[in-house]
């Protein structure tokens, strides 16, 4: 019995308060227990249930770097449009985490690099953390670099804010344009300036001359 409080305690934590089988699935798939997720979807477990966040399968296996659960799962030909509450979905999840694998089976699968009526992209959350390999896939896939996000933030900026000069690099090779300014009337020059990262600003400095 023992044993069995600290699962319990993680599931009223986690928001799985749904049946049994769909809490199960879903554990297991954060975990990466393959053959569990296998059992309950030939056993007919809905592939797009989610729990109380709105996390489905498939995002629970991007957000941990499950490559094996993800192939599971797209048999089951889940909804690849579909976001938590936080308005995430998988190929943001994987984005955002470095799972490289992940990212490229959602690509391949059809999961949308530039989604509609979201917040950030998958090239925002790639960027966020200095993924640039990741970057690089999703630009190669189609991602646009100069989309902002809803507050005006585009990936360049991002990247410029958190540092990560490889990927600045990047996105001015891919078309980022280094004259784009947010709301405020920033540029990712601007920003990376007040980051303290001279490097980036200098780059960027360069890059916005005619």
């Not at 989604?115 to 090239?123: E, F, G, I, R, V």
């Not at 990560?164 to 090779?173: D, M, P």
Request: charged fraction near 20%; glycine fraction near 8%.
């Amino acid at each position: 019995m023992k044993h069995l409080l600290p699962f319990c305690f993680w599931l009223l934590l986690s928001g799985f308060a749904q049946a049994g089988t769909l809490d199960e699935m879903l554990f297991a798939a954060q975990q990466g227990h393959a053959n569990t997720v296998m059992t309950l979807l030939q056993r007919g477990m809905d592939v797009n249930a989610a729990d109380r966040e709105g996390t489905t399968l498939v995002m629970h296996a991007a957000r941990n770097g499950h490559q094996n659960i993800i192939e599971i799962t797209l048999k089951s030909r889940p909804n690849l449009l579909k976001k938590n509450k936080y308005g995430d979905d998988a190929l943001m999840l994987a984005s955002l985490n470095g799972h490289l694998a992940c990212v490229r089976l959602l690509v391949d699968a059809g999961a949308p690099v530039n989604p509609q009526k979201s917040d950030w992209s998958p090239l925002h959350y790639a960027t966020f953390n200095g993924h640039e390999t990741i970057a690089s896939l999703l630009l190669d896939r189609g991602a646009q670099a100069n989309v902002p996000s809803s507050s005006g933030l585009s990936p360049l900026m991002i990247a410029a804010r958190n540092g990560h000069l490889s990927l600045v690099k990047l996105l001015l090779h891919r078309g980022a344009d280094a004259k784009l300014r947010n709301p405020e009337g920033h540029t990712a020059e601007d920003i990376a300036q007040k980051a303290g990262n001279t490097d980036i600003a200098d780059l960027l400095a360069k890059a916005a001359r005619p």
